[in-house]
């Protein structure tokens, strides 16, 4: 018992605490967190790099706005047309952005069409009307004959119309016409109307002329 | 200046629309919708066809109005049946000559 007191054994028993034990060796799961850990840090490391690359790119491409030429243009839209809604309220103090996204507001009010159908609507009698007289005039591989199919498109728009409707809100954002399709189209329609005037039924010349003359109303017809 | 041909025979032919629409109890609801969205131009040519067939009008044809009628490009699919449902009630037909003949009148005449 006493032996333990001997000196030889307490400098033996003092080296062996001092000594250190031997590394104990990483296991596989340890090995594949620390890899883990690395490339997260790599990864965080080139995250860092591009944001302070970033700023230089934004500011090669920020779009330089004249805020009062768009407000200019936001007031002549609202005086020439006073039944657009507002969006946001703009004024001197708003940001360009505000201002931009006030004038695209009023743009797609006003390309929208809000009787007979809507666009949708109008783009599908338009389509039906111009394959009509394609098979007709044109090309008709097939032998169909499509006389009517604008008419029956146009008297039939009810059942189309959810339909349209639908495909209008899933692809709501890019379909309103822009003002230079939509005179366009006028034109087009102008065009169209005043050829089958001087080409085809003589009638179109003729009503034309009259539809314009001022109506005298017969006598006791005022109930009718 | 007063209103012109197109604007009134349009005005005229909703009017006769409605007129049916109302005394079909429910059967016509779509008229007045179908032939408001007709042009002017639309209408007028319709009127000049029956101006044209006056006779149809004086002799109170049913069965040549109902066939010029079908025979005619962008007459509403929904117009030949009102026709027909304003035949077979006896109290409408006199009314509905009426309009018939202002149509034929009106779209020949300038006040001007």
């Known amino acids: ?91 001197a103090k708003s940001d360009a952005e505000e201002i931009l996204d006030e004038l695209h507001h009023c743009e797609v009010q006003l390309g929208q069409k809000k009787d007979s159908g809507g666009i949708g609507g109008m783009l599908l009698h338009g389509t039906m009307i111009g394959i009509e007289h394609i098979t007709r005039d044109v090309w008709n591989p097939l032998g169909l004959n499509l006389n009517g199919l604008g008419q ?25 016409l822009s003002v230079e399709v939509r005179l366009a189209l006028m034109v087009g329609a102008t065009v169209m109307t005043v050829h089958s005037a001087n080409s085809g039924d003589p009638r179109v010349a003729q009503a034309l002329k009259k539809m314009n003359n001022v109506a005298q109303a017969p006598a006791g017809s005022s109930d009718l | 200046m007063g209103e012109t041909v197109g604007s009134f025979l349009k005005t005229k032919l909703v009017n006769m629309g409605k007129w049916i629409a109302q005394h079909s109890m429910g059967e016509f609801d779509d008229l007045p919708s179908v032939l408001d969205k007709l042009t002017e131009i639309e209408v007028t040519i319709l009127a000049e066809h029956l101006a044209e067939n006056k006779s149809i009008i004086i002799h109170e044809d049913w069965q040549a109005l109902l066939q010029r009628v079908s025979d005619l490009p962008n007459v509403p699919s929904l117009v030949p049946p009102a026709i027909q ?12 000559w009426r309009y018939m003949q202002l149509f034929a009148s009106v779209v020949n005449s300038n006040a001007q």
Not at chain 1, 160 to 172: R, T
């Open chain 1, 152 to 176: 029956i498109t146009k008297d039939s728009m009810g059942e189309f119309q959810p339909l349209v409707d639908e495909m209008m809100i899933k692809y709501g954002t890019g379909m309103y």
């Open chain 2, 85 to 96: 449902y304003v035949r077979s009630e006896q109290s409408l037909h006199e009314k509905f």
């Open chain 1, 1 to 91: 018992m006493l032996s333990e007191l001997d000196p030889a054994n307490i400098a033996r028993m003092i080296d062996e605490k001092k000594a250190k034990p031997p590394p104990r060796q990483p296991t596989e799961a340890e090995k594949k967190k620390e890899e883990r850990l690395a490339a997260k840090e790599e990864r965080l490391q080139k995250g860092q790099r591009k944001k302070e690359e970033t700023p230089y790119v934004e500011e090669v491409y920020t779009e330089v706005h004249d805020k009062s030429k768009l407000l200019d243009k936001l007031y002549a839209y609202r005086k020439r047309f006073p039944h657009l809604e507002k969006r946001n309220n703009v004024s």
